[in-house]
């Protein structure tokens, strides 16, 4: 979405415009979008339509369930997303969430979605996005490493026309490689030949020429054809293996697996039924809620997490910024409406997103497409899809999944900065096990490092006529104990005459009360052994907080030069400072002139 | 502890004088100390006898389960405990946690006391104790404000007379209120008087002039007897109500109530049962941890926060230090000792600790005394303690916690950091629901201010010929998007002609990889609108990141002025800075000049 790149713009535009994303790219939208648009969302349709069917059973729902999740969720997201890339729809993970939560019951899963969609939105008009400023960038690189591997792994079975292989990822690895004699050949060559022509549609989309303006006609017009022939490879490649399977069938034999037939109709637009029928009576609304229990808090946070961990993670890729509490709000309004077409809990799919970006969209109204494709599907053209090969799909995935394994990342973070490794590795490695652990443990771990680095700051300490102490950065309260630690340790190890301890607080831009607590502990500790604690360079808010306590002893300088005269004034008489408070900056106090 | 608050000293020390603190005090024990801990300890073996009677009713145990709770605890923290004040012994809270885990069964409750142990333990060694650095001074004051409140008021059922009140605070605000025409009118007036009596020796004990040595020999005699009677207040007390209350039963009638026949005898030493033998076969290990579930982490953690957070409030109120490892190691230490007395879990008791501190105890030695009146009481002193009235007990608590009550903090906080005020209410309300509640959430509120601090740090812009900006202190992870929209807004919203930009980081003293990225995000943005980004005033270690990272377009000078001399010139050039790299500080790069 190139508005999104004019990070300038968006201050000077009313409320609606930031509120309502597709008014920042439908005036400027042209017909060279439109295409790439309709190609990435007819492919990105092509790809969740037996994905929703095969999730939907993961989630423990009937088959059309998967459809059903499918299109509101896109038609949401292009009126409200900031993401281009971004599909909202059925995942792997929120399917898993939803089968733990729901006891195999269609009006407990839609009443699941529009409970989490309503949390959501209550989370965005809250602005609780700043929350996901928390997931740093070694979190980020090593998700998408990791799914990038899980997700191709995933689809290995099918290129292989393998069934009933488990979903754990370990599980998966070792049923796979058991099992690989029981390959379909027919699978395997379609599955192999549909990979190696996207990989070399792929190559050739970058390695060609840019067309100068001065070449004949005839080499501009084969220069569309190959470019249009690149950026549509996913629909071409469904496409004639589609055909390909369809003659095998005319033909009366049927070497490939394919995606099978798939119930027709539409759901029905109603509220989400609030209590449910069973034999023994109905269940009311309070007790379907505490059957969910903690599902109404992992759903809805799991389901933002995927989002914008997906959403961030192609914005970085793509040059975009998204806008964290915008996608909490389009997620929430997903999801309500979602639950009124009869949808499971819907979340960012980071495959069918990766397949989106590759297939060059250019505004979220690829979805459009997209939900318009799984409506007619419903509707219709179930017949249709019965000849997809399930192997062109898994190459279409994968092709679209490997490119976001990023290597590089960690000789990178070993050259630049050793330590956010540590988020990485936890987060690439916990992902093998589970996703949502991955990236709860990564964000823990680097939530960790950021907290040690604020309660053990970097404090400068020079030892001559007086103790320097120059802490490095702002004291906020968990740091105070460490720099009354360093300080006595200084001052107190020092030979016999009493010093004075000068504490340079250029760098300090805030501190709050535990930390004034903690300097007048200090400022009574050193007193009681004979020595003087001088402040300089306070900023002026510090200062203010400061002079409000009316600490017992307090003594600054607006200068360190000050400072460290009236330090060595305090050393040449031989005695402490007197223990009185001097307001008064760049003066010397009464005490050290007497 | 008179020698914690040497904290030079430490250092000097070997590694066993930190992990037996008893070494750093027990060289320098005089007899006055020996007269104030003798004094302490035995007002404390008089407190905990009745309460842990009671507490261990509330843990759902027989009730001598309370008194093998009540002597470890302190035999282990007088060798190991860096806190004079506190002891550790069964609590309210504690208690309340056993009796939802261990299914009123001893042997789950011990085998808990030795699991909760070694948890304890594992994170003493793990140096965990930095996370104790966490607990801000607003949480502190809100906590022992709220507790000093709870546990008065708990004590008022009991100068009362009245019996059969419940545990939480409002409904024992409303039964009490109720209730208040039940009052027994011999426990009220013993109570009162009592409560009384306490206060005016306090009182006296502050008003005390100093005995000046030139007094004669009479006036320093009684100046001692009334220094004597007014700090042992708590034990005379209890002595005196005893008396009353046993002449009364000489006299044939009771109108007191009495604390009651305790059951005599010490439990076994042995290892905690690792199986339950029950009627239907028994229970082995595995199924006893799973039982316990949740338990296993809450009573662990419940124990350290409680300990640590008064050993904190004392610590800060007496003006010494604790080493919250060697905190963590005695509450473990207690634990896994006491599990093998038939102990159950316990934890630092708030009413115990401020009777411990208000009798003036020196050193932990005072626990020995304690201990050591909890073991005979057990053998043989049951008897005496029968008399000892409630209402008495109840006086010596109130008095105790009632000075912990801190009104002024609310004025201070209001004038120094008004935003301190929130965790300080927060935890001070919800601490009156349940104290755990009111801790975590202070700690959570505390956290996510802290936290937000970081994600929007403050940042100078002023604008000129060049657009300065200067963020006031290290940039973490979650800051970086701030100071994106921060520096593209002012660049992109300015007047026509491109600008150079510069940051200044001489308040930054480390960054991330995330922040990195960050940079070569905006380096990249800028760039692409035209305008240069000029960096300057680079720590050492901030500059080794950048360039390892070997950013795209990066350039630096050491000071301010040579980067706004550089920004001028690429201003007064008409174009933006080429985007080469140019790692030659204080040195014009040559694309400039030409």
């Known amino acids: 979405m190139p508005g ?44 969740v339509v037996p994905q929703a069917l095969a999730y939907a059973e993961v989630a423990g729902l009937p088959p059309q369930y998967g459809l059903y999740s499918s ?30 939560y729901t006891f195999h019951e269609p009006v407990y899963a839609v009443l699941l979605t529009f409970l989490s969609g309503c949390i959501q939105l209550a989370m965005g008009l809250l602005h609780l996005g700043v929350l996901l400023d928390f997931i740093s960038c070694p979190v980020i690189k090593g998700f998408t490493s990791a799914a990038s591997i899980t997700i191709s792994f995933n689809q290995v079975k099918n290129i292989l026309g393998l069934q009933g292989i488990p979903r754990q990822f370990f599980l998966q690895v070792y049923e796979t490689l058991r099992r690989i004699r029981e390959t379909r050949a027919g699978d395997a060559v379609l599955g192999l030949s549909c990979l190696a022509a996207l990989a070399g549609l792929r190559a050739m989309k970058s390695h ?71 034999p023994n009576g109905t269940i009311p609304f309070e007790t379907m809620v505490e059957d969910m229990g903690v599902g109404l808090a992992m759903v809805p946070l799991m389901g933002l997490l995927e ?38 809990p819907i979340t960012g799919s980071f495959g069918r997103t990766a397949v989106n970006a590759q297939s060059g969209v250019c505004t979220p109204a690829g979805g459009l497409v997209t939900g318009a494709l799984v409506l007619l599907s419903l509707a219709y053209l179930t017949s249709l899809f019965y000849y997809i090969p399930k192997a062109a799909l898994a190459a279409v995935i994968i092709s679209a999944v490997v490119p976001m394994f990023d290597a590089g990342i960690f000789r990178t973070l070993w050259r630049v900065k050793r330590l956010d490794l540590v988020p990485l590795c936890v987060t690439f490695l916990l992902c093998f096990w589970e996703v949502q652990y991955g990236i709860l443990a990564g964000m823990l771990v680097s939530g960790i490092l950021l907290l040690y680095s604020i309660a053990r700051p970097s404090i400068k300490v020079s030892e ?50 535990t930390v004034v607590v903690g300097l007048a502990e200090l400022l009574q500790d050193l007193h009681n052994h004979g020595l003087s604690l001088i402040f300089c360079s306070l900023q002026d808010p510090v200062l203010q907080v400061l002079l409000s306590a ?34 008064q900056s760049s003066v010397l106090p009464t005490g050290f002139i007497q």
Request: hydrophobic share 45%; with cysteine; net charge positive.
């Open 4 to 47: 999104a790149r004019d990070c300038g713009r968006s201050c000077r535009c009313p409320e609606v415009r930031r509120r309502l994303p597709v008014l920042r790219w439908l005036p400027r939208y042209s017909l060279a979008w439109l295409q790439l648009d309709l190609m990435a969302g007819l492919v990105v349709g092509l790809t």
């Open 71 to 100: 299109f509101m969720g896109c038609f949401v997201y292009c009126f409200l997303g900031t993401a281009k890339d971004v599909t909202l729809g059925p995942t792997a993970i929120m399917s898993l969430l939803v089968s733990s």
């Open 208 to 278: 060609l020429p840019r067309a100068a303006s001065a070449d004949p006609l005839a080499a501009r017009v084969s220069y569309m054809i190959v470019w249009t022939t690149a950026t549509a490879r996913n629909a071409l490649v469904v496409l004639f293996a589609g055909l390909v399977a369809y003659s095998f069938q005319v033909m009366g034999s049927q070497p490939l697996t394919l995606t099978g037939s798939v119930p027709q109709g539409l759901p029905p637009f109603r509220l989400p039924r609030f209590s449910l029928a069973a």
């Open 307 to 344: 989002t914008v961990v997906i959403a961030k993670a192609f914005a970085s890729q793509n040059n975009y910024r998204i806008d964290p509490n915008q996608e909490l709000l389009a997620m929430g309004f997903a999801n309500i409406l979602g639950s009124f077409v009869s949808s499971y």
């Open 464 to 513: 001559g006529d007086v103790l320097l102490v120059q802490p490095g950065s702002s004291l906020h309260f968990p740091a105070i104990r460490c720099l009354q630690d360093i300080i006595c340790s200084h001052a107190l190890a020092a030979p016999s005459p009493p010093r004075s301890i000068i504490l340079d607080c250029c760098h300090i831009s805030s501190i709050d009360y």
């Open 550 to 583: 009316d600490l017992e002893g307090f003594q600054h300088f607006s200068r360190r030069e000050e400072a460290e005269q009236a330090g060595a004034v305090a050393l040449g008489g031989g005695r402490a400072a007197p223990f009185t408070s001097s307001s």
